[in-house]
């Protein structure tokens, strides 16, 4: 069975930085490409950030431009998200997701697999 399974969420003051991870577990990541979405409450699935199978290829939503970074680490079998000066509004709830040999995207439609999710609360 395919899973993604995130870690890394948690408290954060405004300003501060976290790094998320998504394992894949039952297969390896090598030709998958990536991507990071988030959902706060009352608010529609957001597309973060996408990295390609090969790892040449990346993009980010402009309200993280900046300031978060995705990378891929194929021999650990891991995605890393790194948030760097967060702010209230990226409080939500990350999911990683996961589909073979497809151009990066955003679109949450475009994923078959997907985490189970990592809260991020940025708050004082």
């Known amino acids: 069975q395919l899973q993604l399974v995130e870690s890394g969420g948690g408290l954060v003051q405004p300003g501060g930085s976290l790094r998320l991870s998504c394992a894949a577990s039952?297969?390896?990541?090598?030709?998958?490409?990536i991507a990071w979405f988030r959902q706060a409450p009352g608010k529609e699935r957001e597309g973060v950030s996408c990295?390609?199978?090969?790892?040449?290829?990346?993009n980010y939503a402009d309200s993280v431009k900046g300031r978060f970074t995705v990378s891929r680490d194929n021999a650990k079998n891991t995605v890393y998200l790194q948030m760097n000066s967060l702010k209230p509004e990226d409080t939500a709830v990350y999911y990683c997701?996961?589909?073979?040999?497809?151009?990066?995207?955003?679109?949450?439609?475009?994923?078959?697999?997907w985490g189970q999710g990592a809260l991020v609360t940025v708050s004082s």
């Open positions: 997701a996961a589909d073979r040999w497809r151009l990066c995207s955003r679109l949450p439609t475009a994923f078959e697999v």
């Open positions: 990295i390609s199978f090969s790892g040449g290829s990346t």
């Open positions: 039952g297969f390896t990541l090598d030709g998958y490409t």
